[in-house]
């Protein structure tokens, strides 16, 4: 199967793509920013905001992963255009009417978010999740929407980070009292998780792909210093009110801010499965997040 990945040289896009290569697929990846091949992929460079420069990259598709997202994710950046509705909601529509009009289309891959649902608080990130969602069940095309919670692997941004700051601080900051849940999924997991979405060619399924351990912000930080360090490092919980007063002030002197409100609340999110998780659906196996967490980055206090 001739098969599209967006953001396909990024962390998750170029994953899938790997997977989807050893399971035989001609995948080719998509990018904004560059057409030069990557890992011996085809690059196809055109921007989810324009749908005429989608047009030639989607020629022949039969399959698309939309695995993209905006620069600087997920701090918005609206001079750039770098927005939750403009890249996920819009740029998902984009993607799917030019290849639609090219013809092949046959089946679609939508990665969303655990944190996505009807309930969930009104973020920018959310509505445009959902809105893109629509969008895809609305296609008339065969689709699979994989909800996954927090992704970890070689190369990711959210535990590197921690990570980096656990050997070089003293204390590990986090927003608020660090209670917020999540279900952290490999990223080698989520992408056994795509290629089963694509192989499988018929149906639509609304999944979750999380991992089969529920863990806090504080819990995280615990097991990824002991790993780390042998240790389990101070967490300090810095209030979300005033943090986000900062923040509001840095978004307001700075066109690319490190950190805004909205950044503050997508790191509240409860990232936990609230439906069907796709290990029930597909024949995979989520492994064990001590032991993704020590593969990644070590095995010290074993």
């Known amino acids: 199967m001739k098969?599209?990945?967006t953001g396909g040289r990024g962390f998750i896009g170029l994953a899938a793509a790997k997977e989807l290569?050893?399971?035989g697929h001609d995948v080719t990846l998509l990018s904004s920013t560059s057409s030069s091949a990557v890992d011996g992929f085809r690059v196809v460079q055109g921007d989810v905001r324009e749908q005429?420069?989608?047009?030639?990259a989607t020629e022949g598709i039969e399959a698309v992963v939309i695995s993209h997202q905006f620069p600087g994710f997920p701090v918005e950046q609206a001079e750039q255009h770098n927005t939750f509705r403009e890249v996920d909601a819009e740029g998902t529509r984009n993607v799917l009417a030019a290849l639609k009009q090219n013809g092949n289309l046959q089946r679609v891959v939508y990665l969303s978010g655990a944190a996505v649902n009807d309930t969930a608080p009104p973020h920018p990130g959310i509505v445009a999740k959902l809105d893109a969602e629509r969008y895809v069940t609305g296609s008339a095309v065969s689709y699979v929407i994989l909800r996954s919670s927090i992704v970890y692997g070689p190369g990711d941004h959210y535990f590197s980070r921690l990570a980096g700051q656990i050997?070089?601080?003293p204390v590990v900051p986090t927003f608020g009292d660090g209670r917020a849940k999540a279900q952290p999924i490999?990223?080698?997991d989520l992408a056994l998780t795509i290629a089963a979405a694509l192989n499988e060619q018929a149906g639509n399924h609304l999944l979750d792909v999380c991992g089969p351990n529920t863990?806090?912000?504080n819990q995280t930080i615990k097991?990824?210093?002991l790993i780390i360090t042998g240790q389990q490092k101070r967490i300090l919980h810095?209030?979300?009110l005033a943090i986000k007063s900062l923040a509001s002030v840095m978004v307001a002197t700075n066109k690319n801010p490190p950190l805004s409100p909205g950044l503050i609340d997508f790191s509240l999110f409860d990232n936990t499965s609230h439906g069907t998780n796709a290990d029930k659906v597909y024949d995979v196996r989520f492994r064990d997040l001590r032991q993704g967490l020590r593969e990644v980055y070590g095995n010290a206090g074993q």
């Open 238 to 240: 810095l209030p979300v």
């Open 52 to 56: 005429t420069s989608l047009l030639p």
């Open 21 to 23: 290569r050893r399971c």
């Open 186 to 188: 490999h990223v080698d």
């Open 215 to 217: 863990v806090s912000t």
């Open 223 to 225: 097991l990824l210093s």
């Open 3 to 5: 098969i599209l990945v």
């Open 167 to 169: 050997r070089s601080m």
